[in-house]
């Protein structure tokens, strides 16, 4: 556990791993921190991806916020089709949505 810092204005401390299991079967190594609020409500803030593949790194930061909102859900059909088919193969299973990429993506 890390010592106790701010994020996004929150004292937060983090919780240190492995990658998780959205990086199995890649060929990703590195660590993961999860960063949880330190007063109720104790929700997460940040996870921090420590990457490396291939000789190279990088950092991967998701940020949750807006806590209790409504969210709308948008998949095109491209998406979903590449979700499927990702499904039927006990191969592409283990990999999983994460690295399902087509040409309409925008994040």
């Given at each position: ?26 060929p ?18 940040e996870?921090v991806?420590?990457?490396t593949?291939?000789g190279?790194?990088?950092t991967e ?10 969210v709308t ?20 299973r ?14």
């Amino acid at each position: 556990m890390t010592k106790p810092t701010t994020m996004n204005g929150r004292s937060v401390v983090g919780i240190s791993g492995g990658l998780g299991q959205g990086f199995s079967g890649s060929p990703f190594t590195g660590s993961e921190t999860l960063y949880v609020s330190t007063s109720a409500p104790y929700l997460p803030v940040e996870v921090v991806d420590q990457l490396t593949a291939n000789g190279k790194s990088g950092t991967e930061t998701d940020i949750f916020s807006d806590w209790g909102e409504s969210v709308t859900v948008t998949v095109t059909q491209q998406r979903r089709a590449c979700l499927l088919d990702r499904r039927a193969d006990p191969i592409m299973r283990v990999l999983g949505p994460r690295r399902c990429r087509v040409p309409s993506d925008t994040g």
